[in-house]
């Protein structure tokens, strides 16, 4: 268990996907470019791709995003966050997305 305070400390916005591309070489990694309502978009790298074999269908699509993690390289990609999913009853990648478009950058409360 954590408390309400520590999970305060996640900073969970809604992003924007600008740009999608399959890493190469990687069997489960799409780099993504997000439009977080910052000066400049940030590079996501997410494990999904197995669910968007055509990562276009993302474009322009609003999802939930964690802001506040400690930036890592993947496959020397710097990754600046990470897209929220869960799995359906099937094992399916579902992501999490507002239920009604908001402006990037906005937090979740």
Do not use: C, H, W
Request: charged letters at 25%.
């Amino acid at each position: 268990m954590i408390s309400i305070d520590d999970f305060k400390n996640i900073d969970i916005r809604a992003g924007a996907i600008l740009s999608a591309d399959i890493v190469p070489d990687a069997d489960k990694l799409l780099k993504l470019s997000v439009d977080l309502g910052e000066e400049t978009p940030r590079s996501i790298v997410s494990g999904i791709r197995e669910a968007f074999p055509d990562p276009s269908v993302l474009l322009g699509k609003q999802y939930l995003f964690a802001t506040n993690l400690e930036p890592r390289t993947i496959r020397g990609i710097p990754s600046n966050g990470m897209i929220l999913a869960l799995r359906d009853s099937e094992g399916a990648i579902v992501l999490l997305t507002p239920e009604r478009p908001v402006l990037p950058g906005a937090r979740a409360m």
